[in-house]
């Protein structure tokens, strides 16, 4: 089975590690263990929280009015009109919610490049987790607590840029790459991979609310998954808001600032780690293991500042409370 351990590092695609992490380091910098967990997994663990019926997914619904101070926002649905104190959009990337608050904001732009995803068994194989960087590409490759690997690719690509056969596809440009990757490939099934090009705000919002409305996650501020933040961030949003519903401008206040510090660094995370040039890239890896042998740790203090983050404080009265990073 694959390696529990969550120690690993940076590769390059012959195998050769550029910097190493510990995870005892990682539990000591942060006050406990990083954890790697399947989306899904923590949606069902979730929604299994909350009334039966509470929870309806591939339900048609608009925002009719955001409303204000003054009257409710109002939600049109199939089954009639909903009103409501407040609502929630966290419609994605592509959010109909933010267009019809921000109709003004060029939305999002394509960061360049494409991810492919996969969620695999791959029996019998141990690995260290890790991450290898090629050039205009990488892989990652991360045990899960069930057994299963989970396994992401990125690579520069023209926007909308589709292969017949993307298992094929990761086969071509990843085939050749150091263990367990070619292992990984071979374990995954055509059906089991996600493509999905990348998109961000190159332009942050002017507010995550209006009226009575509030954008929360990929909806608010959709970034590069380089800094793994994408789902993080929507969980700080939450966390937050729930301390701020009946005074948005404190939830902007809160997250606008710290989610576009983190667009930015994720931006810049994805041209560093798919530099295309081959001087520049091994530059970039040489750079990178020389200062990983002079600064040990050196992967953990450039995630400090997002690991970092804490809550709001009591006394959680919207308008008295404050959340800052620490």
Known sequence: MPSSSSDGGLRAPGGRWLSRTSAEAAA???????????????????AARLPPGTVRTAAAATLADPGDADRPARVRTPDGELVADLVVAADGIHS?????????????????????????????????????????????????KDGRVYAYAAAVAPAGERAPDERAE?????????????????????EDVLRHDVHHLATPLPAFHRGRVALLGDAAHPMPPTLGQGGNQAIEDAVVLAHHTDALAAYTAARLPRTTAITRQAVRAARFSM????????????????????????????????????????????????????
């Not at 954890?35 to 663990?45: G, K």
């Not at 904001?105 to 995803?117: D, L, Q």
């Not at 791959?122 to 090629?134: D, I, K, L, M, Q």
């Open 28 to 46: 000591q910098r942060f006050g406990g263990p990083l954890v790697l967990l399947h989306r899904a997994t923590l949606v069902n663990s979730l």
């Open 96 to 144: 109909a919610v933010r267009a019809r608050l921000f109709p003004e904001h060029p939305g999002p732009v394509f960061s360049g490049f494409t991810t492919w995803r996969v969620v695999v068994p791959v029996p019998g194989v141990a690995f260290a987790s890790h991450e290898t960087w090629g050039r205009g590409c990488l892989w990652g490759t991360h045990p899960l």
């Open 170 to 190: 990761l086969l071509r440009r990843f085939g050749d790459w150091h263990d367990p990757i070619p292992a990984v490939i071979a374990a995954t099934r055509p």
């Open 275 to 326: 530099a295309t040039g081959r001087a520049r890239t091994a530059a970039r890896d040489t750079a990178i293991a020389a200062l990983s042998r002079a600064v040990p740790g050196l992967l953990l203090r450039g995630f400090a500042s997002i690991a970092d983050w804490r809550p709001p404080r009591p006394p959680y009265a919207s308008g008295r409370t404050t959340a800052g990073n620490r």
